[in-house]
C-alpha cells in the first residue's frame, strides 16, 4: 500500500476481517496486519451462534449484546455471502439443550429457567418430543428444550469468506506481526488480535484454552442430525454441531491454561459424553482434536472502543466464548464509530476504561 491508511487493523480473525470489509466499503482506506490470517481462535472454534444456549448467570449485558448481534446475523450472512460469492455453513435448524441423567436434566433445567425468566426464547420438550425432532438421540435422555434462535456457521469458512469481501471492497493484507503499536502508521489503529491484544495494549485479555474434536459421518454422508446438540451428560458439558460436509464439531474444554497440547483425558470425556447422547458417533472417524485460545476477559464480554491514554488506538477484542456470534455487531458498531466519530449506547459497558478506571482505582 502507497498512501497511508486511514485505518490499520491488526488481527485478522474474524473480528479484524469483518471490521476491514465494513471499513472498506464505506470507503475507508484499510491495512489489515497478520502474519497469518485465520489462525486464532476461530480456526479451532466450534461457530455456535447461540445467545440463549450460552446465556449464563450473572452477564446481563453480555446478554444483551449477543442477542443484538443474533439478530443482525441473517442480514450479515445474506450481504457477505453476496460480497464474496461464498458459502460459509450458516444454518438456522436451532439447537436442543438435552440432559442424559435426571441430574444432568436438573443441571439443565437451571439454567434453562434463567434463560426463559429472562425473555429469552428456550421451550422445554418431553424426551418424545426430543426424539421426534432428533431420532439419533439416545434413548436414555431424559428430557431437554429447543432454542429455536440459536444458529451456526462454520468459523473456517467465514474467515475465507471475510477475506475475500474485504479483499474485494479494496482492504489489503500486509502479512507480518505487530510487536508494537507505534510502528504503525495510519489515521486509527483497531486491535482485534484475540489473545495477542493484551502484549499490544496491557488489556486484560488472558488466554482460555479449550480444546475440540472434529468427527466424520461414515461414506461422506451428512450426520445423522441436524440441530446444534449442547448436553449434559453424567456431569460433562458437551456440544455436537453437525455441518452439511459430513463433520460434527465436539467441544470443548474450558481450562485456564495458555498452551495448544491435545490432551487424552479430554479426548476421552469428550467422545464418551458425545456417544453417550448420540450413539452412532461411535462409528464416525475421528479427523480431528486441536486446541485454540479464547480471549477471556476478567468478566467475560469483550473489550471495544478507544484505549485510554492512546489517541487513535481502539481495541475490539476480548470475545471469549463468543467472538463468531459477536463479529457482525462489533464490525458494525467499531465501524461506525470509526466514520462518526460517535461511540453507540450499546458500546458503553464494553468500552476499555472499565478495565483502567478499576486499576486507577485499585492504585490509588
Ligand atoms: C474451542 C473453542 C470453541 C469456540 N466456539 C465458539 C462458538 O461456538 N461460537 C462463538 O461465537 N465463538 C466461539 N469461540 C470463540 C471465538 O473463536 C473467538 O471469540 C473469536 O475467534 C475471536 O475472534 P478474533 O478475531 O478476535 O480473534 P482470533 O480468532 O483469535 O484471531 C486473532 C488474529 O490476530 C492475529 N494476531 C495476534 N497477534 C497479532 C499481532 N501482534 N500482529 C498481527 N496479528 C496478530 C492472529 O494471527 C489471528 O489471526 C470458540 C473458541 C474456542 C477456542
Not at 31 to 42: E, L, N, Q, R, T
Not at 61 to 68: K, M, N, P, S, W
Not at 206 to 229: I, W
Not at 255 to 283: C, F, K, N, S, W
Request: hydrophobic content about 45%; overall charge negative; proline content about 8%.
Amino acid at each position: 500500500m502507497l498512501t497511508r491508511p486511514d485505518v490499520a487493523i491488526v488481527g485478522a480473525g474474524p473480528v479484524g476481517l469483518a471490521i476491514a470489509w465494513r471499513c472498506a466499503s464505506r470507503g475507508l482506506r484499510v491495512a489489515v496486519h497478520d502474519p497469518a490470517p485465520g489462525s486464532g481462535a476461530s480456526q479451532v472454534a466450534a461457530g455456535m451462534l447461540a445467545p440463549v444456549a450460552e446465556a449464563y448467570f450473572g452477564e446481563p449485558e453480555l446478554i444483551g449484546l449477543l442477542a443484538e448481534s443474533a439478530a443482525r446475523w441473517p442480514g450479515f450472512a445474506a450481504e457477505l455471502s453476496e460480497a464474496s460469492d461464498q458459502e460459509f455453513g450458516y444454518r438456522t435448524e436451532g439447537t436442543l439443550v438435552v440432559g442424559l441423567t435426571g441430574d444432568d436434566l436438573a443441571e439443565a433445567r437451571r439454567l434453562w429457567s434463567y434463560q426463559e425468566g429472562l425473555g429469552l426464547p428456550i421451550t422445554p420438550l418431553r424426551p418424545s418430543q426430543l426424539r421426534e425432532r432428533e431420532p439419533a438421540l439416545a434413548t436414555r435422555v431424559r428430557g431437554g428444550a429447543v432454542a429455536p434462535g440459536d444458529h451456526q456457521v462454520d468459523p473456517r469458512r467465514l474467515v475465507a469468506a471475510l477475506r475475500v469481501a474485504a479483499g474485494r471492497a479494496g482492504a489489503t493484507l500486509v502479512p507480518g506481526a505487530v510487536s508494537r503499536l507505534s510502528d504503525v502508521d495510519a489515521g486509527v489503529t483497531v486491535v482485534a488480535a484475540g489473545c495477542g491484544a493484551a502484549a499490544l495494549t496491557g488489556l486484560p485479555v488472558r488466554p482460555v484454552k479449550g480444546q475440540v474434536l472434529r468427527l466424520r459421518a461414515p461414506g461422506r454422508g451428512a450426520p445423522g442430525f441436524r440441530h446444534v446438540l449442547r448436553g449434559y451428560a453424567d456431569g460433562e458439558s458437551v456440544y455436537l454441531v453437525p455441518r452439511d460436509s459430513g463433520e460434527v464439531v465436539v467441544g470443548a474444554t474450558v481450562e485456564e491454561r495458555a498452551d495448544t497440547e491435545v490432551t487424552a483425558g479430554a479426548v476421552l470425556r469428550l467422545l464418551r459424553a458425545a456417544v453417550d447422547l448420540v450413539p452412532e458417533l461411535a462409528e464416525y472417524d475421528l479427523v480431528e482434536a486441536a486446541a485454540g485460545l479464547r480471549p477471556g476477559t476478567p468478566d467475560n464480554a469483550p473489550i471495544l472502543g478507544p484505549l485510554p491514554g492512546r489517541p487513535g488506538v481502539l481495541a475490539a477484542t476480548g470475545h471469549h466464548r463468543h467472538g463468531i456470534v459477536l463479529t457482525p455487531v462489533t464490525a458494525d458498531l467499531v465501524t461506525d464509530l470509526i466514520v462518526t466519530g460517535q461511540s453507540a449506547p450499546l458500546l458503553a459497558p464494553f468500552t476499555p476504561d472499565r478495565f483502567t478506571a478499576e486499576e486507577e482505582r485499585t492504585w490509588n
